[in-house]
T-cell receptor
Framework: TQLLEQSPQFLSIQEGENLTVYCNSS?????LQWYRQEPGEGPVLLVT?????EVKKLKRLTFQFGDARKDSSLHITAAQPGDTGLYLC???????????FGQGTRLTINP | NAGVMQNPRHLVRRRGQEARLRCSPM?????VYWYRQLPEEGLKFMVY????????ESGMPKERFSAEFPKEGPSILRIQQVVRGDSAAYFC????????????FGEGSRLTVL
């Protein structure tokens, strides 16, 4: 069983389109993080959301933390080929001292 | 400001051999995490260590796998008697504090078992 479920697992769209990736759980998290991983490299942190209902923007990327702190979404506006990569959400279960990751969303933006 | 350094980047072993993967955390970081990643999948937690202590090894297989983070030197993930199913990318991450904030990842060690 996966503590953090990401959907979709694969997404291929054309340059200029908008997209949303979801990260869901039945558990409450004190915070959730989004990472991006490119082939042959380690994940790199994009953002951390901490407060329920919080919205953070990073250029064309908008991250939202659910009110109940059980889910999060990543919305990309006007996707570009450079956005191609594996997007991972991660969170620490309450009481745990480790981050668990979702299975990832592999995003491909076609020129 | 060197990042997390992992070596080797690529390792090929035959079944039954041993694999040793090394990780030097970022300067000033005393918390190290090891994750395993299979192709097209996310990261699976294996073990969390601080200097000379294993804090959480709930993700480590009970047999053949061990990890250490000595007072001096890098953290080492050791896999004995490797099998084909051990083929994966192994990522090390470090953080400066005990809290589950940002993890800084290395570029990974890719193990192939023939």
């Amino acid at each position: 069983t996966q503590l953090l479920e990401q959907s979709p697992q694969f997404l291929s769209i054309q340059e200029g389109e908008n997209l949303t990736v979801y990260c869901n759980s039945s558990s409450v998290f004190s915070s959730l993080q989004w990472y991006r991983q490119e082939p042959g490299e380690g994940p790199v942190l994009l953002v951390t959301v901490v407060t329920g209902g919080e919205v953070k923007k990073l250029k064309r990327l908008t991250f939202q933390f659910g009110d109940a702190r059980k889910d999060s979404s990543l919305h990309i506006t006007a996707a570009q080929p450079g956005d191609t990569g594996l997007y991972l959400c991660a969170g620490a279960p309450q009481g745990a001292q480790k981050l668990v990751f979702g299975q990832g969303t592999r995003l491909t933006i076609n020129p | 400001n060197a990042g997390v350094m992992q070596n080797p980047r690529h390792l090929v072993r035959r079944r039954g051999q041993e694999a040793r993967l090394r990780c030097s955390p970022m300067k000033g970081h005393s918390h190290v995490y090891w994750y395993r990643q299979l192709p097209e999948e996310g990261l699976k937690f294996m073990v969390y260590l601080q200097k000379e202590n294993i804090i959480d090894e709930s993700g480590m297989p009970k047999e053949r796998f061990s990890a250490e983070f000595p007072k001096e030197g890098p953290s080492i993930l050791r896999i004995q008697q490797v099998v084909r199913g051990d083929s994966a990318a192994y990522f090390c991450a470090s953080s400066p504090t005990r809290s589950t904030g940002e993890l800084f990842f290395g570029e990974g060690s890719r193990l192939t078992v023939l």
